[in-house]
């Protein structure tokens, strides 16, 4: 496995390399979500390349951009026994300048949801793809639903500017109880980790709803007694049920023929996510 740092030294391995390119992008401290992704990447492409990169664009002033976990010695050991063929991990000065002059600006999906919280999040994410798409030009381009706002806003911004990448959605990987795998889960106390569950509880709870009851505003009311009735350290900052394509609310759940409830929540000032695909409803309510 290359551990390649340089943008010259990712041109000179892409020069070498022919056939399809699979490209996997995160922010390192790997986990069986980040390995679910490679995992899939290395099947369908005979080259991988993974990049680890802690994207500071991406951070408001006060999230946890220098607290962030940085594990580069255990992932490339991680990578490297999975059969990665390439590891970028490039400083942030190879891929910024203070100088620089390239924004971008994403509309509306990206004002949604955690957009509308993380002010500029995805504009920054844009931002490190449209450069790392550029660098790595792969075939594929793997991205987890667990972050399913980012993965549509990606689908969209791929096909708006015209970058010959297909990408791959992958399903989410959980831990036995159900919450979601995150990097940000390692943050948790013992006490925090049990409250941490809610966020897939009460996806759950609405799934068990929703063939009875269709109407969201009902659904999302529940899901909010329930939490806290049931998890009071757990501060939701949105529970929505939307079309998963547009990502706008819907009223009903026949509005939509991929109804997704979407959830972010603070468990010890811990900003955690998730979303669940709802099964469509089967009968009028
Ligand atoms: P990150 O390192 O958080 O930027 O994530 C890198 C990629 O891994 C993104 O495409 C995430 O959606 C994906 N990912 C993170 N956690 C999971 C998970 N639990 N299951 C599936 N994919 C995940």
């Known amino acids: 496995m290359e551990v390649i740092e340089t943008r010259q030294q990712l041109r000179t391995w892409r020069g070498k390399v022919y056939g ?7 922010m ?3 986990h069986e979500g980040h390995l679910s992704l490679v995992r899939r990447s290395l099947s369908e492409n005979p080259w991988t390349l ?4 802690v994207n500071p664009r991406q951070f408001g002033p006060n999230e946890d951009y220098q607290r962030y976990p940085r594990t580069l010695e255990t992932d490339l050991r991680l990578l490297e026994n999975l059969g990665a063929s390439a590891v970028f991990t490039p400083p942030v000065e190879e891929i910024y300048s203070p100088e620089d002059e390239v924004h971008i600006s994403l509309t509306r999906l990206s004002r949604l949801w955690c957009g509308s919280y993380r002010l500029g999040h995805f504009d920054g994410v844009a931002l490190v793809l449209t450069k790392l798409f550029h660098l790595i030009a792969p075939s594929r381009a793997y991205f987890g639903e667990k972050d399913f706002q980012q993965v549509r806003i990606v689908e969209k911004m791929v096909e708006e500017l015209f970058f010959p990448i297909e990408i791959v959605r992958c399903p989410t990987v959980r831990e036995p109880d159900g919450l979601a795998m995150s990097s940000r889960n390692t943050y948790l106390s ?7 569950v809610a966020l897939y509880k009460v996806l759950q709870y609405i799934q ?3 063939p009875t009851t269709h109407r969201t505003a009902e659904l999302l009311q529940e899901a909010q007694t329930y939490i806290a009735e049931r998890f009071p350290d757990v501060k939701l900052e949105y529970i929505a049920i939307v079309d998963e394509y547009s990502l706008q609310p819907i009223d009903h759940l026949r509005q939509s023929a991929r109804p997704r409830a979407l959830i972010a929540a603070y468990v010890e000032g811990v900003r955690l996510i998730d979303n669940l695909l709802l099964t469509p409803p089967e009968e009028e309510s």
Request: aromatic residues 8%.
């Open 20 to 26: 399809s390119v699979g490209f996997v992008p995160t």
């Open 28 to 30: 390192g401290a790997l």
């Open 50 to 53: 993974v990049s680890i990169f």
């Open 190 to 196: 013992p006490r925090g980790r049990a409250q941490a």
């Open 208 to 210: 068990t709803l929703a």
